[in-house]
């Protein structure tokens, strides 16, 4: 289990978590970066200056709806994302145009068990 507290930068205080993303087909260390956990996201999404950064490849484009309801085009791009407790696969990760915030959706969500405590102001990580 890890457990880290919440970023205070956000007003109200959000559960952001230390990360690697890697491209699944090189051996590079993964780049660490810091994560916004958002359950209602349905993937995760990655800034475009990190994922070529790390030399991964878009293999296909997806259509989807972001917070204003609007429908948008993105670019999918093959990545490995190394939790503070292991590694999750097979992610495909939607390339954005923002400057630097990485927000983890329910495709990288799902695969651990994690505990948001609103009131203590922590999150917490288990395999």
Known sequence: MAQFDYD??????????????????????PLRLHALIDSGSDATLIPLSFLQRIGTYSGEQV??????????????????????????????????????????????LNQWRITLDGPGETVEIEG
Request: aromatic content about 8%.
């Open 63 to 108: 259509s989807f709806r972001g917070v204003t309801g609007s429908r948008m085009i993105a670019d999918v791009y093959r990545v490995l994302i190394h939790m503070p407790i292991g590694i999750s696969y097979g992610i495909r990760a939607v390339a954005t145009r923002s400057s630097g915030e990485v927000i983890l959706g329910r495709d990288v």
């Open 8 to 29: 205070f930068a956000y007003d109200p205080p959000a559960p952001v978590i230390p990360i690697g993303i890697a491209n699944p087909d090189d051996d590079r260390p």
